[in-house]
């Protein structure tokens, strides 16, 4: 991940393929202590912005308004919030199913964007939860 936004936000996330989606594993450091933030994966696998707007809008191939996986309709990039520790560390343990990784169908989510946002995400507004500033970044790539 690169740091966004002026952030201090660090970590390396592995993505691979499980199940009848993708798993998202890793840590991520330099939250602010006891936070929780919107993640998500994003269409475009540009993180080049200061602000990150490069990376665009929410992954979503299916055309669904955004929401709470498990829960609501949503769109295949949205995730739970990440929660960092007292430490400002955030283990990542994350499914999206639904989703491909180098298949070239439009599930897939090779050269897209994962997003650490500053805000928690609220499930429920349009189009990207009131996630706030995006403070790091990264493209998922071989
Ligand atoms: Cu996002
Ligand atoms: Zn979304």
Same mark, same amino acid.
């Given at each position: 991940l690169q740091a966004r936004s002026g952030s201090a936000v660090s970590g390396t996330l592995q993505v691979n393929p499980m199940g009848d989606g $993708?798993? $998202?594993s890793g840590r991520i450091s330099g939250l602010a202590p006891n936070s929780d933030h919107g993640f998500h994966i994003h269409e475009k696998g540009d993180c080049? %912005? %200061?602000d990150a707007s490069s990376a665009g809008g929410h992954f979503n191939p299916a055309g669904q308004p955004h929401g709470k996986v498990g829960d609501?309709?949503?769109h295949l990039g949205d995730q739970m919030n990440l929660h960092a520790d007292a430490a400002g560390t955030a283990v990542v343990d994350a499914h999206f199913a639904g989703v491909s990784l180098g298949t070239g169908q439009d599930s897939d989510v090779m050269n897209? %964007?994962?997003v $650490?946002? %500053?805000d928690p995400d609220d499930y429920t507004s349009q189009p990207s939860g009131n996630a706030g500033k995006r403070i790091a970044c990264g493209v998922i790539m071989k």
């Open positions: $993708v798993h $998202v080049s %912005a %200061a609501t309709p949503h897209r %964007a994962l $650490v946002h %500053a």
